[in-house]
C-alpha cells in the first residue's frame, strides 16, 4: 500500500515459550540476555540503548504496554520519554484473553495519545503486544471500523459474547494460538492500511517461540522478523543483510 514492501528474515530468539523480558532486553540493549542474572546485571548498568539512540535523534520514545497492570521500575534502564501501562491506556470495555485490552484498541490509543494535533517530533514506540499472550484467548473480535475501536460501541453485544464463548483448551492451544495470530496479524495490518500515506517503518518481531504444546517437539528457538517500510534505501540494505523480499522468512536465519 502506497509503495510500501516488506522484507523478512529469522532470528534466534535468547528464549523459549516464555520470559519474554530477555528477548525484549536483548533487542532494545544489544547484549544477549538469556537468563535472570544475566537480566539483573545489565539493567544495573547505565547504558546507551535502542531507546536512547531514538531520543538522541530527535525521536519522542515511547512503551505502548497494554499488559502492564503494576510498578515497572525495570522501565528506569531503558529510560523511556512515556510509559503507558494499562491505566494510562484507560481501557473500559470487555475484557480478552490474559491481559485483558485488544492490542487493536493499544494501538488505537496510541493514535489519540501521540499522533494527533500539530507540528510534534517522529514517535518511536515499543509495543510488547499482549493478545498473543499465552493461553491464547478469548480473542476479541477484530473491528473493521476504526473509528469505532475507542468508543464504548467498538463491539455488539452479541460480537463480544460470541468471542467469549470461545474459551482455550489447555489441552490443545494450537486452535487458540492461531485464532491470536490471525487477530494480531488483522490488526496490524488494518493499522497500516489507516496511515497508508504515513512515512512509516514498521518491525515486527517475534520474542520466542510459543510453548512446546504449540511448536511441537524439538521446535527451533528462531523468530520471524519483518521490515515494513516505504523508504526504499533501508529495504535495499536490509536484502543486503540477507533479508528477503515478501512476508515470507527464509533459513538459515541471520544470527542472534
Known amino acids: 500500500v502506497a509503495g510500501r514492501q516488506v522484507v523478512s528474515t529469522f532470528v534466534e530468539s535468547p528464549t523459549f515459550g516464555g520470559s519474554s523480558w530477555l528477548a525484549h532486553l536483548s533487542l532494545i540493549s544489544g547484549v544477549e540476555v538469556r537468563d535472570q542474572y544475566a537480566n539483573a546485571s545489565l539493567m544495573a548498568q547505565p547504558r546507551d540503548t535502542l531507546v536512547t539512540t531514538f531520543e538522541h535523534a530527535g525521536y519522542r520514545t515511547v512503551a505502548l504496554m497494554p499488559g502492564l497492570r503494576q510498578e515497572w521500575p525495570e522501565g528506569a534502564f531503558y529510560r523511556f520519554n512515556v510509559i503507558y501501562g494499562r491505566d494510562q491506556l484507560?481501557?473500559?470495555?470487555?475484557?480478552?484473553?490474559?491481559?485483558?485490552?485488544?492490542?487493536?484498541?493499544?494501538?488505537?490509543?496510541?493514535?489519540?495519545l501521540e499522533r494527533t494535533g500539530g507540528a510534534r517530533p517522529p514517535v518511536f514506540v515499543v509495543f510488547p503486544t499482549s493478545t498473543t499472550h499465552a493461553p491464547f484467548g478469548?480473542?476479541?473480535?477484530?473491528?473493521?471500523?476504526?473509528?469505532?475501536?475507542?468508543?464504548?460501541?467498538a463491539y455488539s453485544r452479541s460480537e463480544a459474547e460470541r468471542a467469549m464463548s470461545v474459551?482455550?483448551?489447555l489441552t490443545n492451544l494450537w486452535p487458540s494460538y492461531v485464532r491470536a495470530m490471525s487477530y494480531e496479524y488483522d490488526s496490524l495490518a488494518g493499522y497500516l492500511r489507516e496511515h497508508q500515506h504515513?512515512?512509516?517503518?514498521?518491525?515486527?518481531i517475534g520474542d520466542h517461540q510459543p510453548p512446546a504444546a504449540v511448536s511441537g517437539r524439538g521446535a527451533s528457538w528462531d523468530v520471524p522478523v519483518h521490515v515494513i517500510t516505504n523508504r526504499a534505501h533501508i529495504i535495499d540494505a536490509l536484502r543486503a543483510r540477507g533479508f528477503q523480499l515478501g512476508l515470507t522468512p527464509q533459513r538459515p536465519s541471520l544470527g542472534k
Not at 484507560?90 to 487493536?104: T, V
Not at 478469548?138 to 460501541?153: A, E, G
Not at 504515513?198 to 515486527?204: F, P, R
Request: hydrophobic share 40%.
Open 90 to 112: 484507560g481501557y473500559r470495555g470487555p475484557e480478552f484473553g490474559w491481559w485483558g485490552i485488544p492490542d487493536q484498541y493499544a494501538l488505537a490509543k496510541l493514535d489519540a
Open 138 to 153: 478469548p480473542v476479541p473480535p477484530y473491528q473493521p471500523d476504526w473509528s469505532r475501536v475507542l468508543t464504548p460501541t
Open 167 to 169: 474459551a482455550p483448551d
Open 198 to 204: 504515513d512515512d512509516m517503518v514498521m518491525i515486527l
